[in-house]
């Protein structure tokens, strides 16, 4: 099995139920992996027969910043959505969808949900 994988990718957004997480931005970071066939785009080492990360990433950041969602797990099942739609020799995403700031008063990281999809 390949895999393309994207770590860290931060994007400023807003989701959440609290009426603050709905006025300010708070930061988002996404890690996703995708299972694919890259055969071809080894074999032919032409970028059309990959899954172009910088424009994957550039999808990622607008689908978040599009339409807010009270709960993360909405918003990541929305990425999801979008990357199977961006590229069809993805047939596995693992996405991890992890907020770095939150009303929560506690010292931690972050809080989040990994979903895992096939089709």
Do not use: W
Request: some cysteine; glycine content about 6%.
């Amino acid at each position: 099995m390949d895999q393309i994988e994207i770590n860290g990718l931060r994007v400023m957004a807003r989701h959440g139920y609290t009426k603050e997480e709905k006025i300010m931005e708070q930061e988002f970071e996404i890690d996703v992996i995708l299972d694919c066939s890259l055969e071809k785009a080894i074999e032919t080492d032409q970028v059309e027969n990959t899954v172009e990360c910088g424009e994957l990433m550039k999808l990622i950041t607008q689908t978040l910043k599009e339409e807010p969602y009270l709960l993360i797990e909405k918003a990541a099942q929305k990425l999801i959505e979008k990357i199977f739609d961006f590229s069809p020799i993805i047939y596995g995403i693992e996405l991890t969808l992890k907020k770095t700031q939150n009303g929560i008063l506690a010292d931690f990281d972050s809080v989040g949900v990994r979903l895992v999809r096939t089709r």
